[in-house]
């Protein structure tokens, strides 16, 4: 089976351009859910500012863990929407 679109992104075939494509959409995605959760955490211990003692490097650690559970999920979704 040959794909008849022409090598478009940099140069590369078209697999390996979907390919990149891709994982510049992952990464972006990844930054938009760090992003995300975040402004998220801060806005919690904002408002919770007097039940929940929580300093900002506590905020970073757990935003980058929710960060990573959330884009190996989106990876994953990717992927099998990829093999249709």
């Keep these: 089976m040959t794909d ?5 992104f940099l140069g590369l075939p078209p697999r390996a351009a979907d390919a ?4 510049l959409q992952w990464i972006a995605a990844a930054a938009g859910f760090f992003a995300w959760w975040l402004s998220m955490l801060l806005l919690a211990s904002a ?6 003692r929580v ?4 905020i970073l ?14 990876g994953i979704v ?3 929407r990829a093999r249709k």
């Design 78 to 80: 990717m992927f099998r």
């Design 61 to 74: 650690r757990a935003s980058l863990i929710l960060t990573a559970f959330s884009a190996l999920v989106y």
């Design 4 to 8: 008849k679109r022409p090598s478009s």
């Design 20 to 23: 990149f494509l891709r994982t």
């Design 55 to 58: 300093t900002f490097e506590t």
């Design 47 to 52: 408002v919770l500012v007097n039940v929940w």
